[in-house]
């Protein structure tokens, strides 16, 4: 079966770091880009960073760079988001997805020719 699960989040004081995964399972990333995404409630999903397994190219949205690092472990199938200097409005659902590649548009970060294989979420709370 060919999921993607993630795990990781939790409550963190503004300032803090949390690390995300997201492990595959049914299929090798090695072939393919792995895109963070975000929601937060009453807002639209949001591209935060992806990375491109064929060339270890990694990109991110101007809200998250420089205070996120996206890594990927082809040993272990898995994908990590490690976030720093959080921020009460980098609160919500973080989502991982399987697709071909990753495009960059307007500051910020789509995929390309998704595969349509989704985790299903881990929830980011920042807040003191």
């Known amino acids: 079966q060919v999921q993607l699960v993630e795990s990781g989040g939790g409550l963190v004081q503004p300032g803090g770091s949390l690390r995300l995964s997201c492990v595959a399972s049914?299929?090798?990333?090695?072939?393919?880009?792995i895109g963070w995404f975000r929601q937060a409630p009453g807002k639209e999903r949001e591209g935060v960073s992806c990375?491109?397994?064929?060339?270890?190219?990694?990109y991110y949205a101007d809200s998250v760079k420089g205070r996120f690092t996206i890594s990927g472990d082809n040993a272990k199938n898995t994908v990590y988001l490690q976030m720093s200097s959080l921020k009460p409005e980098d609160t919500a659902t973080y989502y991982c997805?399987?697709?071909?590649?990753?495009?960059?548009?307007?500051?910020?970060?789509?995929?390309?020719?998704?595969?349509?294989?989704w985790g299903q979420g881990t929830l980011v709370t920042v807040s003191s």
């Open positions: 997805a399987a697709a071909w590649g990753c495009n960059v548009r307007n500051g910020g970060i789509e995929t390309r020719g998704s595969l349509e294989v």
């Open positions: 049914g299929f090798t990333l090695d072939y393919y880009a």
């Open positions: 990375i491109s397994f064929p060339d270890g190219s990694a």
